[in-house]
């Protein structure tokens, strides 16, 4: 790995931790220390959940805007959305989100997503004709339903009621009257971002495999699948096709399929739309190493996660991909290398603790030292 004129930094953040930002910059002074002459390119990157929009608009280019919406248990606050030109980024998590919540808030009958498509609203007011969706870490499991709402569907009971749209409605749907979805919608491409492919139902879908994180109980997770299948029955039943078992419906607890379904959106792995949008192409150019990661490596890193769709593009070009992470699962290292991957780095120190590994101060250290000793090692 001598004469390395040029290195591509395109890292997830570390969670609890440091943004993706700030872990390339700690990365990029551990290659300084060294290589004080090197190129250095960083792209902030995500896989659709969580700190997507903090990567898009790190990219620039891109304005964010503040709007007045509803959080996941109905009350006011803040969201952020982001647009250029005629594209809108919408992150889930802000308006819905787990980590806006108490934990002894968190339970998923009760709320709503219908903040998202408030959101949704305010994107098709700036005359967005593509808005990209990034699904992830939403404190909901009510279908969509909350969302739809937000953009003019009504949802009745067999008596004609009319249903607020949380977990505990799916259940009782029986009718759904389209009319007066936004017009708006039609004219506009709708792009899911997305990490995960659960379906909606079943022992793989949203209910059962997130549902617990978000403070449902066994018996709650099973009326809620219940609740999922009832509810898809009835849009099956009303548009003339079931689409329930689409990878990807089930996350953000059925935001997915939601969308997919009544709002014609395409679901893409997140990573992958990011790197387009971040121009990870033109910025590969004459690389002749991309450095990606996340806070923690595993198995699930393996099944679509962002450092995943970084190596994979990068081995097309033919430039040798390194991660590194803060801590990783035992045995991952021969995995990842597996798949294509030059090496894995974990930078907390054997004898430190997670809780004082995640401290910013000290990870951007331990990233920094990591680098550094390893670009000596390797004589990069």
């Known amino acids: 790995m001598r004469g390395v004129k040029k290195i591509v930094l395109a890292v997830d953040s570390f969670k609890g931790s440091l943004t993706s930002l700030e872990v390339a ?5 551990g290659i300084r220390d060294v290589l004080p002459e090197v190129e250095v390119c960083k792209l902030s990157v995500a896989d659709g959940g969580e700190g997507t929009l903090a990567a898009v608009a790190a990219c620039g280019c891109w304005e964010r805007l503040g709007v007045r919406i509803t959080d996941s248990l109905g009350r006011p606050r803040e969201g952020v959305f982001c647009i250029r030109d005629s594209e809108a980024l919408i992150e889930t998590a802000q308006a819905c989100g787990l980590t806006l919540l108490e934990e002894n808030e968190r339970n998923p009958e009760i709320t709503t997503s219908y903040g998202v498509g408030e959101l949704l609203g305010y994107a098709l007011g700036q005359g967005c004709r593509r808005i990209y969706i990034g699904l992830g870490g939403s404190a909901t499991n009510d ?3 909350g969302m739809l709402r937000a953009l003019g569907v009504r949802f009745l009971t067999p008596a004609g009621v009319e249903l607020p749209g949380r977990g505990m409605d799916l259940r009782k749907v029986s009718q759904i009257d ?7 919608l039609r004219e506009v491409e709708i792009i899911v971002m997305c990490d995960v492919d659960n379906p909606l139902t079943g022992e793989q879908g949203g209910s059962k495999v997130y549902g617990k994180q978000k403070g449902g109980t066994d018996e709650m997770l099973e009326e ?17 096709r079931d689409e329930r078992n689409v990878p990807g419906a089930g996350a953000a607890g059925g935001l997915g399929f939601a969308i997919h379904t009544l709002l014609r959106g395409r679901i893409m792995p ?29 198995a699930q890193t393996l099944c679509g996660k962002a450092p995943m769709g970084v190596m994979k593009r990068a081995k097309r070009e033919g430039v040798p991909v390194l ?10 290292i021969e995995k990842m290398k597996e798949v294509g991957f030059e090496d894995i780095l974990p930078t907390l120190p054997s004898g430190t603790s997670r809780d004082e590994g995640m401290k910013k101060e000290v990870a951007e250290k331990n990233i920094r030292e990591t680098i550094r000793q390893y670009m000596i090692m390797h004589h990069v």
Do not use: H, P, Q
Request: proline fraction near 0%.
């Open 224 to 240: 809620l699948d219940k609740g999922m299948e009832n509810y898809a029955d009835v849009i099956a039943a009303t548009i003339g």
């Open 323 to 332: 991660g590194i992470c803060g801590v990783m699962e035992e045995g991952i």
């Open 178 to 184: 389209l009319s007066g979805l936004d017009v708006r």
């Open 25 to 29: 910059e700690a990365v990029e002074k």
């Open 143 to 145: 279908g969509g339903m």
């Open 270 to 298: 997140g990573i992958e739309e990011i790197l387009e949008i971040g121009d990870f192409g033109k910025m590969m150019e004459n690389a002749d190493l991309v450095i990606t990661g996340e806070g923690r490596i595993d």
